[in-house]
T-cell receptor
Framework: DQQVKQNSPSLSVQEGRISILNCDYT??????FLWYKKYPAEGPTFLIS?????DKNEDGRFTVFLNKSAKHLSLHIVPSQPGDSAVYFC????????????FGEGTQLTVNP | DTGVSQDPRHKITKRGQNVTFRCDPISEHNRLYWYRQTLGQGPEFLTYFQNEAQLEKSRLLSDRFSAERPKGSFSTLEIQRTEQGDSAMYLC??????????????FGPGTRLTVL
């Protein structure tokens, strides 16, 4: 039962353009969503998060959008840079205190110079 | 910058052997999590401690797996009688327990286990 799903295993974009990574979830109890970035041989690094009471959260070049009715969230990176090339994981949690994270399968982003 | 550390980084073992991994969380974090990641998948939750108490265990954590956090600081994850299906990256994460807001989990670099 894959409760968090990232349907695109890979995405390739040109430097300076927008990268859009998508994530769908099925569990309506999820109320907090996060994006993590992972480089090879390193653990996932927290990038940005959003509470279910919001529909947008922005941090510099990164913006996360949440559409609760569609159970869909997306991460926008603009402008994309070669250093953004990594695997991006969407994760969700029920509650904010001490909860397990449920991850998607990840999307490999490649930003070409 | 003392982040989450894990030891060893790599472990190769033969089927049937026991292995133990260690995780040292960020010092002021009282919550500690173990996840397992296999190729092409995202991390999957295994278990969670608040201080020394193990508060939640996934059904993925079979009776061959045991985790401890005896003094509420570092944690160990032991796998007994390893099987080839145990081959994976084992990730440890820690988080604070501040009231209000979300407490992000900070991950270590992982221990890659290969069972031959």
């Amino acid at each position: 039962d894959q409760q968090v799903k990232q349907n695109s295993p890979s995405l390739s974009v040109q430097e300076g353009r927008i990268s859009i990574l998508n994530c769908d979830y099925t569990n309506s109890m999820f109320d907090y969503f996060l994006w993590y970035k992972k480089y090879p041989a390193e653990g996932p690094t927290f990038l940005i998060s959003i509470s279910s009471i919001k529909d947008k959260n922005e941090d510099g070049r990164f913006t996360v959008f949440l559409n609760k009715s569609a159970k869909h969230l997306s991460l926008h990176i603009v402008p994309s840079q070669p250093g953004d090339s990594a695997v991006y994981f969407c994760a969700a949690s029920v509650g904010t205190s001490g909860s397990r994270l449920t991850f998607g399968e990840g999307t490999q982003l490649t930003v070409n110079p | 910058d003392t982040g989450v550390s894990q030891d060893p980084r790599h472990k190769i073992t033969k089927r049937g052997q026991n292995v133990t991994f260690r995780c040292d969380p960020i010092s002021e974090h009282n919550r500690l999590y173990w996840y397992r990641q296999t190729l092409g998948q995202g991390p999957e939750f295994l278990t969670y401690f608040q201080n020394e108490a193990q508060l939640e265990k996934s059904r993925l954590l079979s009776d061959r797996f045991s985790a401890e956090r005896p003094k509420g600081s570092f944690s160990t994850l032991e796998i007994q009688r390893t099987e080839q299906g145990d081959s994976a990256m084992y990730l440890c994460a820690s988080s604070p327990s501040r009231r209000g807001g979300f407490n992000e989990q900070f991950f270590g670099p992982g221990t890659r286990l290969t069972v031959l």
